[in-house]
């Protein structure tokens, strides 16, 4: 089945330790999303691309990079995690880029608890 | 600003008809969007509305009055596995996807 995966499901690190969290997806979608969603939270998006054009939100921390080497995979990367930043991040794409009607498909996220 | 609001928790019998309502206040509108999101995974997709009135799926409908900037999730013959948080979502003028924090909803037996 098409999909969107994201791994770890769980991921724990250090305070200040680099950590990457990855995506993929089979649906051929142009679009890639990252949000952030802590508990009781609305999801607060971080990144997206359109094809490879890299959009990053005005209130994203420079401690948040990402990349996506090619349609199916992108990465988020978190330079030096701070426990602020543990929360739930959620990868998810539309097919061509018009958030206003098309439906977003999330993978399954992936939890980050920093120590 | 920017702002959507929603119940923070509802609770809700097994067999049931519960309302979620959410109402709006962006800078214009270019549809709205209900997700279902379980504990601890992603949101999936429910519904979609751009013009006023009723849209029904299933047991799901959801309702949108553009001038009142106000839109409700209505779900009937409620069923445990419907314990789960529902988040109400507008694009705005900048097609920008403003999100609620979601309504939490119970269900008992």
């Known amino acids: 089945d098409a999909m969107v995966i994201q791994n770890p499901r769980y991921q724990v690190t250090q305070f200040g330790k680099p950590v990457t969290l990855s995506c993929s997806q089979t649906?051929?979608?142009?679009?890639m999303y990252w949000y952030q969603q802590k508990s009781s939270q609305a999801p607060k998006l971080l990144f997206h691309?359109?094809?490879?054009?890299?959009?990053n939100e005005a209130d994203t921390p420079d401690n948040f990079q990402s990349r996506r080497p090619n349609t199916s995979f992108c990465f988020l990367d978190i330079r030096s995690p701070g426990l602020g930043d543990a929360a739930m991040y959620l990868c998810a794409t539309s097919k061509e880029g018009d958030r206003a009607h098309e439906k977003l498909f999330f993978g399954s996220g992936t939890q980050l608890s920093v120590l | 600003g920017q702002n959507i609001d929603q119940p923070t928790e509802m609770t809700a019998t097994e067999g049931a008809i519960v309302q979620i309502n959410c109402t709006y206040q962006?800078?214009?509108?270019?549809?709205l969007f209900w997700y279902q999101q379980h504990a601890g995974e992603a949101p999936t997709f429910l519904s979609y509305?751009?013009l006023d009135g009723l849209e029904e799926k299933g047991r799901f409908s959801s309702f949108l009055s553009r001038s009142k900037g106000y839109s409700y999730l209505l779900l009937k013959e409620l069923q445990m596995k419907d314990s789960a948080s529902y988040l109400c979502?507008?694009?705005?003028?900048?097609?920008?996807?403003?999100w609620g924090a979601g309504t939490k909803l119970i269900i008992k037996p």
């Open positions: 509305n751009v």
């Open positions: 979502a507008v694009t705005d003028s900048n097609y920008q996807l403003i």
């Open positions: 962006t800078s214009g509108f270019n549809g």
């Open positions: 649906l051929n979608h142009n679009v």
């Open positions: 691309y359109y094809d490879k054009d890299f959009n």
